[in-house]
C-alpha cells in the first residue's frame, strides 16, 4: 500500500520532518493530497526500502522481491514443475516470469550485489546486535489531543525500566571527512542534520515514554550503512538528554502547529541549535568494526546568542 494512504489518518516522523523543512509542501501533500503518481520514486529511498526489508524483515523480503530469478524458458518451466504450478504448455516466456513471479520486483545484479555485501559486512559487526532478542519494526499509535500519531521503530527492547531504540538508515555519505576527522554522515548529523534523524528519534523517545511510563533509561542508536563499496557501517549513539529536550523546543510546537493546518500553518521559528549529538562509536578504517563508545563534546560557538530566535528560513 502506498505509504501516503497507509498512514493518511496519522501523524508519523516522515509527516513531521517533511512539516519541519516546508509547512507549504506539507500542506500540498497530505492536506490538499495532490496527486503524486506521476512522481518516479527516489533511488535512494528505494534502496533503503530494500536494504530495510532484507535485513530486518526477511519474510516481508520474500514477499516483494526476488533475489535471484532465471529467466532461461526452459529453467522457468523447470521451476514451475517443482513449484506444482499448472502449465497449458502454450505459455510465452513473458507469461512464465508473471506465473513464477507473480507482482514481486526482480533485482538488479548491482542491487543483488549491494545488498548481499552489506548483510555479510553489518553482521561481522559486533555492535550490530547488543542484544538478540529485539522486537523488529515495533509499531505503536499515541494520541495528542485529536492527532493520531503512528510510528514503528526499526528494533526495540524493553528490559524493565530501560529501553533501547535502533533505527537502520541507508546512506551515501560514509566517505571520510578530514575536518571532523569522522565520516561525513556522522559530520551531518553533528552540525545541521539535513534529513532532521534527531528529531525522528526525539519523537520515538518521547512516544515510547507515553506507552511505557515506567522506562527510566533510553539508549538511541542510530546504525548507519554505507550503499557504496566498501559498504562501510557506524553505529551513532545519541545524547538522550538532548532528544528529551526536543520535546518541548521542537515536537511540541510543531505539532500544535499542525493541529491548525487547515486555517494555515503558524511560522515554525523553534530552536535547533542544540541538535548535536556527543556520543558515537568510532569507526576504525583498518579493519572496519568498531569496538567502543568514545566521548565526542561538540564545540559551541560562543558567540551564539542562544536566547536569539532561530531563523528557520537560513537552515
Sequence with gaps: MDYREKNKWFITASKLKLFMDSPLLYKAVYVDEVDLSHIKKSTALEIWSIVDKYLLTPEEFDKEYVLQAVWLKA??????????????????????????????????DAQREMIE???????????????????????????????????????FHLNW???????????????????HDNTQFFADLSTRDPYHYKLQMALYVWLVKQNHPDVKEFTVIIDAIWTNDPYFYQAIKLDTQELEDMRETTIIPLLNSIKLMNAWAIPVNENRNKLASNWYYRLWTDDCIQKEF??????????????????????
Design 161 to 179: 525500566d530501560k529501553a533501547t531504540i535502533r533505527d537502520l538508515k541507508t546512506t551515501s555519505q560514509m566517505y571520510y571527512n578530514w575536518y
Design 75 to 108: 529453467d522457468l518451466i523447470k521451476h514451475c514443475e517443482e513449484n506444482w504450478i499448472e502449465l497449458t504448455w502454450k505459455e510465452k516466456v513473458e507469461e512464465l516470469k508473471a506465473l513464477v513471479y507473480w507482482d514481486k520486483q526482480v533485482l538488479t
Design 117 to 155: 555485501w552489506i548483510s555479510a559486512e553489518i553482521n561481522r559487526q559486533p555492535l550490530w546486535d547488543l542484544q538478540w532478542d529485539y522486537e523488529k519494526q515495533k509499531e505503536f499509535v499515541w494520541e495528542y489531543d485529536w492527532l493520531k500519531i503512528k510510528w514503528t521503530l526499526d528494533r
Design 294 to 315: 568514545e566521548v565526542v563534546w561538540i564545540k559551541q560557538d560562543e558567540t551564539q546568542n542562544e536566547s536569539q530566535e532561530f531563523d528557520r528560513d537560513a537552515l
